[in-house]
């Protein structure tokens, strides 16, 4: 893996047209206390895109935010387990229970989309549902990803990379999280984790570039998970690898603000205007691609 040196001027010469970074907050519009700390992270910090939940509790409030904020990427979070469907139970009656809720088993709905038809026609209206309704925000669509990473699943993936088409789809997230970032966890079980997903990424990234989508090359923010605190966050930027990098957070999730603080932290801005990498969203990342092939 190649990591870029601490030197400033070497850190200049070494930035390619390829390196770029993407500052992520998902779950955009399951409240308002999100929404509001993704605005607050693009005003006063590095935030630079989000990916919107359109079943959302409040995802009309994180649409009109998101258009006051030109300098916001949204994308689309495909919600699929442990939140709320677009379409009513009678439209999808083996995805969700009787108050229209994905349930919270990965691991066994996993299996059963295998081996249902009838749950994956479902799959397939409810995944273009959640298209329709961000195309109906006026929204240009910055990329596409699911909660909890269950795009991974190589059933859900082909669905989305099929509906996604339709609606314009040009980038998707790639969950490949390098192995420095777990160098700080304690025990075992995020390594084996990362472990386990890697035959299951590999297919992902090769679905991916037959789709001829773009994709992150690394990502962070799993091993962090709930502790993306300003530490965390400056140790992924000071060591960032070459290639397209994202990094995802939680702002304004659950009862601690150390994300927020983060993203909003002045020692992380200086850090990020030294390493002369650049930022933006997905749809930036390839168009700057595009005038590099030029």
Request: glycine share 8%.
């Amino acid at each position: 893996m190649l990591f870029v040196p601490d030197d400033s001027r070497t850190l200049r010469a070494a930035r390619t047209r390829r390196d770029f970074l993407i500052i992520t907050a998902d779950d955009f519009g399951a409240r308002e206390l999100v929404n509001e700390a993704v605005e607050l992270a693009v005003r006063r910090g590095v935030l630079t895109a989000a990916s919107l939940m359109v079943g959302g509790a409040a995802a009309a409030d994180a649409v009109r935010r998101a258009r006051q904020l030109s300098q916001l990427r949204v994308g689309l979070h495909i919600v699929l387990v442990d939140g709320s469907a677009i379409l009513e139970r009678a439209q999808i009656p083996l995805l969700v229970d009787a108050s229209g809720k994905f349930g919270r088993h990965m691991v066994i709905d996993a299996f059963r989309f295998v081996f249902s038809p009838s749950m994956r026609r479902q799959l397939s209206s409810e995944i273009r549902a959640q298209f329709k309704a961000f195309a109906a925000t006026g929204l240009q669509l910055d990329h596409v990803n699911a909660h909890k990473h269950f795009h991974v699943h190589p059933t859900l993936l082909r669905i989305i990379l099929e509906v996604g088409r339709e609606f314009g789809m040009q980038a998707i997230r790639w969950p490949r999280e390098p192995v420095l970032a777990y160098e700080h966890v304690s025990g075992i079980s995020q390594t084996m984790q990362h472990a386990g997903l890697s035959p299951w990424l590999t297919l992902m990234r090769r679905q991916i570039e037959r789709a001829g989508l773009l994709h992150n090359d690394w990502m962070f923010g799993m091993a962090a998970s709930g502790q993306m605190d300003t530490r965390a966050l400056l140790r992924i930027v000071q060591r960032l690898p070459s290639g397209i990098s994202e990094i995802y957070s939680h702002p304004g999730a659950g009862d601690s603000q150390r994300e927020l603080a983060a993203l909003t932290s002045r020692r992380v801005q200086a850090t990020l205007r030294s390493a002369f990498v650049a930022r933006g969203g997905y749809s930036d990342a390839l168009h700057r691609l595009q005038r590099a092939r030029t």
